[in-house]
C-alpha cells in the first residue's frame, strides 16, 4: 500500500511538469484558452464530443498580430500540450487585428469550468494546417461561413453542398466574418444523401438571423415529399413541418439572434438564443428536400442577414444548441484567454512584453513623444550639471586668488596705472566662473574712468555706472545659468498630462474594442488597460527625475547668484573705500592704495555678514 502511494505522489509531482511541457519547440510563443461548461460560461450539464467551437481574436486578448505567420498558418491548438487539435481558419487579418479560428473539441465535460487548450504560434516556415472539412463531426451536412468573394455560398463540410443558385449579397461586416444579406431572392441547394432526413435521426437547423422589420418571409423551406419551414410571421418567428406549427416565438428586429429548429421522430422544436422558445408534437417522415434559404420555393423573400447557416442530419440534443449560442456569441465568456509565454520562459509569462504587444497607436505615440521629453531633459541635466560643476571650481579658485594677489604689500602710493594693474592682473583661466565675468565687467569700467593718469575724475556718476555695469553682468550670467531650465519645467509638468493622455484614449479603444466584439471578460479588458497605463507610467518616468534634478540645480543656481551679489556688493565696497581716501588726499597726483591683505579681510567680513544675513 505505501508502494502505491509513493508512485501516485510521484505521478502528481509530475503533473505540472507535463503541464508545462511544450509542444513543438518551433513555435515561438503560446496562450492559454480556459472554456467554462460551468454556470459562469456556457452552463451545460451533458458532456457533448466533437465539437467546433469558436476562437474570436482581437486586440482584447490577444495583442501578437504581428508575430503571426501569413493569414495565420502557423496557428496550432493542443490540448495537453502533446497532440494538435484540428482547426479551421475562417479569416485572420492582422491588419485590422482581428481573426476567426474555428476548434475542434473532442470533448466538452458539461459543468467543468477549468479544462484548458494552449494555442501555439510564432513560427514563419509553418504550413498551413487549416483543415476545413476535419473540424466537423460525420453528421454536420452542411455549413455556409458566407466568406468574402463567394458569389455561390461554398459548403465547409466533407459533404460539399454548395449552393447552386444565390441572389444573396455577401456582406463584409456580419456576426461572425461575413454575413449573407436577402433582399430580393435566396439560396438553392440541391437535394443530396448527405441532406436526407431519415426518423431515426431527425435533422438541426441553426444559424445567427437580424431580422429588419416585421415581414412575412421564409428563412429556410426543406421541400420534398414533405415539408419543413422556419417562417415569419408579423413580428414573430414559426416553425412548421407539413401543417403542424410551433407556437409563435416573438424576435427583436435588427438584432442578431441565433435561431435553431430541431426536428425528432415525435417532435418539432424551435429555440432562440440557446433556449427552447416552443415545440408541437409531429411524426416525422424520411425526407430528401431541396433547400431553400432566405425565401421559399414560391417565391417568398426574407428580409435581413444570416450567418453561419448549419444543417445536421442529426437532432442535437439542448446543450449541443445553447453551447453553439453561448459560444459564438461575445455575450457569455465560455473561453477565457490566459497569459503569454515564450519558448524561452515558459514557466512564467512576459509580462513586459504583454504590455508592449498591447500598447495602440495613440499610446506608441504618446511613449515616444514622453521618450523625446525625457531625453531632452536628461541632456539639460547633464549639462547643466557639468557647467555647474566647473563654476563652482572655477568661482573658488578666482576668489582665493583675487584675494591673495599680493598679500605683502603695505598700504603705499601708486600712481593710476599701477592700481588698475593690480586690480585686473591676468585671468584667461577663470572662463567658467561667473564671478570673474562680473569681476572682468567691473574692471573694464574702471579702465574707461581711469584710463587717463593725469585727469583722474572718479566721481559718485562715475560709481554708480560702475554699480550699473556689475549689476547687468550679474544678470547676464544669471540667464546664462538658467538657461534651459525651462525645459525641465515643462518635462515636470507636461509628461504626467501627456501621459494620462494616452492613457485615457488607450482606455477608449479598449473600450470601444468591446463594444464592437461583446467580449467583456477580464482577461480581454486587462491586456488593453495595462498597456494604457504604461502611457501614465512613461509620463511619470520623464517627470520625477526631471523634479529631483530641477530642485537640485535650482539650489546650486541660487548659490552661485548669492555669491556674485556677495561680491558685487564686496566689490563696490572697496571701490568706495579707494575713492574716499582720494579725495582726502591733497595731492591730485597721488593717493593712498590699500594693501590687499587688508582687502581679503574687508571682503571675509562682508561676504560672512550676507551669508549670515541669507541664512
Not at 453561419?308 to 442530419?313: D, H
Request: with cysteine; proline share 3%.
Amino acid at each position: 500500500m505505501k508502494h502505491h502511494s509513493f508512485k501516485l505522489g510521484l505521478l502528481l509531482l509530475l503533473v505540472p511538469m507535463v503541464t508545462l511541457a511544450w509542444w513543438n519547440n518551433d513555435w515561438a510563443s503560446r496562450k492559454s484558452i480556459t472554456f467554462d461548461a460551468g454556470v459562469t460560461g456556457a452552463d451545460i450539464q451533458s458532456t457533448l464530443s466533437d465539437v467546433p467551437v469558436l476562437v474570436r481574436l482581437h486586440t482584447g486578448n490577444f495583442g501578437f498580430f504581428t508575430e503571426l505567420a501569413e493569414n495565420g498558418k502557423d496557428l496550432r491548438f493542443a490540448l495537453d500540450d502533446k497532440t494538435p487539435l484540428k482547426h479551421s481558419i475562417e479569416k485572420v487579418d492582422v491588419l485590422s487585428e482581428m481573426g476567426l479560428v474555428w476548434v475542434k473539441l473532442p470533448v466538452i465535460r458539461g459543468g467543468m469550468s477549468t479544462d484548458t487548450l494552449s494555442m501555439y504560434y510564432g513560427n514563419a516556415n509553418a504550413v498551413n494546417a487549416s483543415d476545413n472539412k476535419g473540424i466537423y463531426d460525420v453528421n454536420q451536412s452542411l455549413v455556409f461561413h458566407f466568406n468574402d468573394g463567394e458569389m455561390l455560398p461554398q459548403d465547409a463540410t466533407a459533404y460539399a453542398n454548395h449552393a447552386t443558385e444565390s441572389k444573396a449579397i455577401i456582406s463584409p461586416v456580419g456576426w461572425i466574418g461575413s454575413s449573407a444579406q436577402f433582399n430580393n431572392g435566396g439560396i438553392k441547394i440541391n437535394a443530396s444523401p448527405a441532406l436526407a432526413i431519415n426518423t431515426e435521426d431527425g435533422f438541426t437547423f441553426s444559424t445567427w438571423a437580424k431580422i429588419s422589420q416585421p415581414q412575412n418571409a421564409t428563412i429556410l423551406e426543406l421541400k420534398g415529399v414533405t415539408k419543413l419551414e422556419l417562417l415569419v410571421q408579423g413580428g414573430a418567428l414559426v416553425a412548421r413541418y407539413q401543417n403542424v406549427k410551433t407556437a409563435p416565438v416573438n424576435f427583436s428586429t435588427g438584432k442578431w439572434q441565433h435561431l435553431a429548429v430541431v426536428v425528432r421522430k415525435d417532435k418539432l422544436e424551435l429555440y432562440v438564443d440557446g433556449q427552447l422558445a416552443a415545440s408541437s408534437a409531429i411524426q416525422l417522415s424520411a425526407l430528401n428536400p431541396t433547400v431553400f434559404i432566405g425565401s421559399s420555393e414560391n417565391g417568398q423573400n426574407f428580409n435581413g442577414e444570416l450567418d453561419e447557416v448549419q444543417f445536421s442530419k442529426q437532432a442535437r440534443n439542448a446543450d449541443w444548441i445553447k453551447f453553439a449560442h453561448r459560444s459564438q456569441s461575445p455575450d457569455f465568456t465560455v473561453l477565457s484567454f490566459g497569459g503569454d509565454e515564450s519558448n524561452s520562459s515558459a514557466n512564467e509569462p512576459n509580462y513586459f512584453s504583454i504590455i508592449l504587444q498591447s500598447l495602440t497607436v495613440d499610446g506608441w505615440v504618446v511613449i515616444a513623444l514622453c521618450g523625446m521629453m525625457f531625453m531632452i531633459s536628461t541632456l539639460v541635466i547633464i549639462s547643466k550639471s557639468i557647467f555647474l560643476n566647473r563654476a563652482g571650481k572655477d568661482n573658488e579658485a578666482f576668489l582665493k586668488q583675487y584675494r591673495n594677489v599680493d598679500s605683502s604689500q603695505e598700504e603705499t602710493e601708486l600712481s593710476n596705472s599701477d592700481f588698475l594693474t593690480t586690480i585686473v592682473g591676468k585671468h584667461d583661466h577663470f572662463q567658467n566662473s561667473p564671478i570673474y565675468h562680473v569681476y572682468h565687467a567691473g574692471v573694464q569700467e574702471l579702465k574707461k574712468t581711469f584710463g587717463d593718469a593725469n585727469h583722474l575724475v572718479f566721481s559718485n556718476e562715475a560709481l554708480n555706472l560702475v554699480r550699473s555695469r556689475l549689476d547687468a553682468a550679474v544678470v547676464r550670467e544669471n540667464q546664462k545659468i538658467n538657461k534651459n531650465m525651462v525645459l525641465l519645467t515643462i518635462a515636470i509638468s507636461g509628461g504626467p498630462f501627456l501621459g494620462l493622455l494616452g492613457t485615457v484614449m488607450g482606455v477608449m479603444i479598449t473600450f470601444a474594442v468591446i463594444a464592437s466584439t461583446g467580449d467583456v471578460n477580464i482577461n480581454s479588458i486587462a491586456p488593453g488597460i495595462s498597456g494604457a497605463l504604461a502611457a501614465t507610467v512613461a509620463g511619470l518616468a520623464v517627470a520625477i527625475p526631471a523634479l529631483f534634478a530641477y530642485n537640485y540645480l535650482l539650489t546650486r543656481i541660487k548659490e552661485i547668484n548669492a555669491d556674485m551679489q556677495v561680491f558685487t556688493d564686496e566689490f563696490l565696497a572697496v571701490i568706495t573705500k579707494r575713492v574716499a581716501d582720494r579725495q582726502r588726499n591733497e595731492d591730485d597726483t597721488k593717493y593712498i592704495v590699500l594693501t590687499d591683505e587688508f582687502i581679503a579681510m574687508i571682503s571675509k567680513r562682508v561676504i560672512e555678514q550676507q551669508r549670515g544675513l541669507a541664512s
